[in-house]
């Protein structure tokens, strides 16, 4: 184990030294508290045998000041006590500390002490491994209930999530964002010509090259169906366009059936003031409605003042 001896006094902190080099373990020795708590911030240690009352941070407050700070790991905390300070070892362990030993020190204690220390901090890595895997796991949970298990994109579940607080801070700070909508082209054509699996191929295809060109900041979900959401935030309404413009011609890059060309109609709105997210949606989806209409393969914008459409 990695043990850090901090002892003002020399010669223990020899014996200690040539005690634990014998039982097989690294040590670092230091004259005080100070630097005790630097060697742990910048190098941590498995076991911490300190003296009581030494310069600096005394043994007690070294151990309280390890026990809070979150970036310093475990370590077993072994107090060096004099015979006549037992009565203040309860106050000890009510701070923190593991285990005590008494001065003079006997090498049969100081070994036994080490075994269950070497046991303890075996334990501790096991639990801190066990708690390390479950929020790995609970993290990976979180992510897969928040996708879109197809497409990789984000679900409603997220959008219903995320689209508050974005419309939020429009509301508070009037920081500007835009919502496109996507539709697939004559998909269930799409799926009665070539399957229901060749569809789903190319909704993860899609899905794929949506992510692959947003950019910063920016946010996809799958709406629903062959239907996709992006939200722009802290964009103006030009580069809203601009940039579901660029993520709606990009399918022509991924339809795998060559012969059957598979185009996309969006519809975008940018957010107004005294409207609710569900208004901005809504807008949306008309300008949306209004594409299909006009022929298909092409955005429509609508932002409540003006309408435009771009082939």
């Given amino acids: 184990m990695r043990i850090l001896v901090a002892d003002d006094d020399a010669l223990m902190r020899q014996i200690l030294g040539e005690f634990l080099t014998a039982f097989d ?12 708590w630097r060697h742990l911030r910048a190098h941590g240690a498995d076991v911490v045998i300190s003296d009581w009352l030494m310069p600096g941070l005394n043994g007690l407050q070294l151990c309280e000041q390890v026990r809070t ?8 905390f072994i107090l060096l ?10 106050t000890a362990f009510r701070a923190g500390v593991d285990g005590h030993l008494t001065k003079p020190l006997d090498p049969d204690d100081l070994e036994a002490a080490l075994i269950v220390a070497e046991r303890i901090r075996g334990m501790h ?46 509301v508070r700070e009037g920081t500007l964002y835009s919502i496109a909508l996507l539709d697939v082209d004559h998909f269930k054509e799409y799926n009665d010509t070539y399957g229901h699996q060749a ?5 993860t295809e899609l899905g794929w090259a949506i992510a692959a060109r947003l950019r910063r900041g920016d946010q996809a979900y799958r709406y629903g169906g062959e239907e996709f959401l992006i939200v722009f935030p802290n964009a103006t309404l030009d580069k809203a366009r601009l940039g579901a413009e660029r993520i709606r011609t990009c399918l022509a ?9 598979v185009t996309l109609s969006a519809g975008i709105a940018g957010a107004v003031a005294n409207e609710s997210v569900d ?17 298909r393969d092409q955005l429509v914008v ?7 459409a771009w082939a």
């Fill in 279 to 295: 208004d901005v949606i809504g807008r949306a989806d008309r300008a949306l409605y209004r594409a299909k209409n006009a022929g």
């Fill in 25 to 36: 373990h690294e040590c670092v020795a230091v004259a005080d508290g100070d630097a005790a």
């Fill in 81 to 90: 006590t004099a015979r006549g300070d037992r009565p203040d070892v309860l």
């Fill in 253 to 261: 890059s991924v339809a795998p059936h060559r012969s059957a060309p």
């Fill in 69 to 76: 700070h979150p970036d310093v790991t475990y370590p077993y």
């Fill in 302 to 308: 609508d932002c409540s003042w003006t309408m435009a």
């Fill in 199 to 203: 569809g789903d191929a190319l909704l």
């Fill in 125 to 170: 890595l096991q639990i801190l491994e066990v708690r390390q895997a479950l929020e790995a796991a609970n993290a990976a949970l979180d992510r897969a209930a928040h996708r879109d298990a197809l497409t990789g994109l984000g679900n409603r579940r997220l959008l219903n999530e995320d689209l508050p607080g974005i419309h939020g801070r429009f």
